[in-house]
């Protein structure tokens, strides 16, 4: 059965930090974990997505240079690194997973991608 558990949300100020984790079971083949938020009255939107096997990384403009996805294979988790966040930042974040299997190219951002869902956790940065 496959679950993901994300958590690490919290309250900070702008400019402050955060790291999120989710962690990952029943996966057994090569798969793709994204990262998504969803602020109030606004779209799911992608940011950032990694392919634990081989290394592959992809981050939305929004949050280049200032969010850092990472993973420990041996916990099973993936990380995001937030830094330097601002109020825009605030959002419900959420992980999601897919299988590549036959098809390791994918839309990283696209919600239709992923097949699994965890929980959000809650974001907000205070001006």
């Known amino acids: 059965e496959v679950q993901l558990q994300a958590s690490g949300g919290g309250l900070v100020q702008t400019g402050g930090s955060l790291r999120l984790s989710c962690v990952a079971s029943g996966f057994t083949f090569a798969y793709a974990i994204g990262w998504f938020r969803q602020a109030p009255g606004k779209e799911r939107e992608g940011v950032s997505s990694?392919?634990?096997?081989?290394?592959?990384?992809y981050y939305a403009d929004s949050v280049k240079g200032r969010f850092t996805i990472s993973n420990n294979n041996t916990k099973n988790t993936v990380y995001l690194q937030m830094n330097s966040l601002r109020p825009e930042d605030t959002a419900v974040y959420y992980c999601a997973a897919t299988f590549l299997g036959d098809h390791p190219d994918y839309d990283w951002w696209a919600l239709y991608e992923y097949d699994y869902w965890g929980q959000g956790t809650q974001v907000t940065v205070s001006s």
């Open positions: 990694i392919v634990p096997s081989d290394g592959r990384i």
